[in-house]
């Protein structure tokens, strides 16, 4: 009879090699090893641990992944900031009067001297007193005998900053206090470039208001239509459909008549404001009512009806919360087509009255090819409603792919 003491003690090695006999299956395949432990707890690989994030968090991690919604992103949020405190980023006074026409200031990194200065310098254009050999028009350059010095943070006109707060500093602009067009000036001698950057405030908001209004009409009627369906979701349908069949620019066109030339700014925005968010909830109304056709069959939804949950409940914690991504990105996708439409409509006369500034109002002097020819910086406008309609169309279709990967 054998004892404990007449075991063999094995060593080391063979322990291990014991071990892995012991884990080996019938069919001879090595099972891998088990966690190590420590502390009583097993070790998680940290290359696919990131804690308990919760889905905003995830939605996040996936969007930095995209180049073009990070570019939209960043570009959005100076849009924003820009037009938060567009007196402050406006160089000029968007109001003042100088040269009609006066073409862009020439910018070079180099002193009067010739030699490479950090900071930049303003030569103003003039005439050169020379004549094209050809169409014997006078020709200009930069006069480097007037050079204006550009600076961060200095005096220029005054202006309320956020309606409220006196001030007079601006982000940037010419030390001396002259001066400066960096895309020309237009017809009545006025600042392109400040008048497009005090213009973003009411061209933004416009967007921003319209799309508020268009959300939460369209969101209400879709998913009341969704889920109540039956006569209810025939009849809004219905209704829908007559909304989205009307000519919208004609009767943009018609609705404007309708506004007398005397009436105050305020009230001619809001009309504006209206008119657009008038027609332009249907289509959101109709995405919300697909969606929640789809929700309205799931089964936790059943089991809220089955318990007794209230409509209102059902709406408000089980649908709107998965219609919500969505509605995010439809939101950056409209801001834009907004702001297409108010340039649109301010090229055809339908945008705000002076001395209030939008983009579309700014679009009006382009009316015509000889002015387009003669004078092309004044087509600068359309490059802020390019970057904002690129910006929220980047930003969109980032957070689409993040939302819903699949």
Do not use: C
């Not at 202006?159 to 002259?178: E, K, Q, T």
């Not at 089964?299 to 007794?308: N, T």
């Not at 001395?355 to 092309?376: A, C, E, H, K, R």
């Not at 600068?380 to 169309?393: D, E, G, K, M, R």
């Amino acid at each position: 009879m054998s004892t404990i003491a007449d075991k063999p003690t094995l060593t080391p090695a063979e322990t291990g090699a014991a071990n892995s006999s012991e884990l080996a299956t019938p069919t001879g395949h090595q099972l891998p090893p088990a966690d190590p432990v420590a502390d009583g707890q097993p070790v998680v690989n940290t290359r696919f641990a990131h804690g308990n994030e919760t889905y905003a968090a995830l939605v996040w991690r996936r969007f930095r992944r995209s180049t073009m919604g990070m570019i939209g992103l960043v570009l959005t949020v100076a849009l924003l900031t820009m037009a938060i405190f567009g007196d402050f980023f406006a160089p000029m006074d968007p109001k003042r009067a100088e040269i009609a026409f006066a073409p862009p200031d020439h910018v070079e990194f180099s002193a009067p001297d010739g030699s490479f200065s950090p900071i930049p310098y303003i030569y103003p254009i003039v005439e050169t007193g020379e004549f094209d050999p050809v169409t014997f028009q006078p020709m200009t350059g930069p006069d480097k005998a007037n050079p204006t010095a550009l600076g961060f943070f200095v005096s220029g006109h005054r202006y309320n900053l956020l309606g409220v707060i006196p001030a007079n500093i601006h982000f940037f602009g010419s030390v001396d206090g002259r001066p400066i067009h960096f895309l020309g000036t237009d017809k009545f001698g006025r600042d392109i470039l400040s008048r497009g950057i005090v213009g973003s405030q009411i061209s933004l908001t416009i967007a921003l208001v319209v799309v508020l209004l268009t959300t939460t009409i369209g969101t209400l009627v879709g998913i009341a239509s969704g889920y109540i369906g039956g006569r209810v979701d025939a009849w809004v349908q219905r209704f829908v459909d007559l909304v989205l069949a009307f000519p919208q620019l004609p009767l943009y066109l018609a609705l404007a008549s309708l506004i007398p030339v005397t009436a105050p700014s305020p009230v001619f925005i809001a009309f504006v404001i209206g008119v657009m968010a008038v027609l332009g909830w249907a289509q959101l109304a109709r995405e919300v009512r697909s969606k929640t056709l789809a929700l309205a069959r799931i089964e936790y939804v059943r089991a809220a009806v089955a318990v007794g949950s209230s409509d209102w409940r059902i709406i408000l914690r089980h649908i709107l919360p998965n219609v919500s991504s969505h509605l995010i990105v439809a939101v950056t996708i409209a801001i834009p087509s907004v702001v297409l439409l108010e340039s649109f409509l301010g090229y055809l006369g339908f945008a705000v009255k002076p001395p209030l500034i939008s983009w579309g109002l700014m679009l009006q002097d382009t009316g015509t090819f000889s002015v387009i020819g003669s004078y092309p910086w004044i087509l600068s406008p359309v490059v802020f409603v390019l970057i904002t309609v690129f910006a929220f169309n980047a930003l969109g279709d980032g957070l689409r792919d993040a939302i819903d990967p699949y």
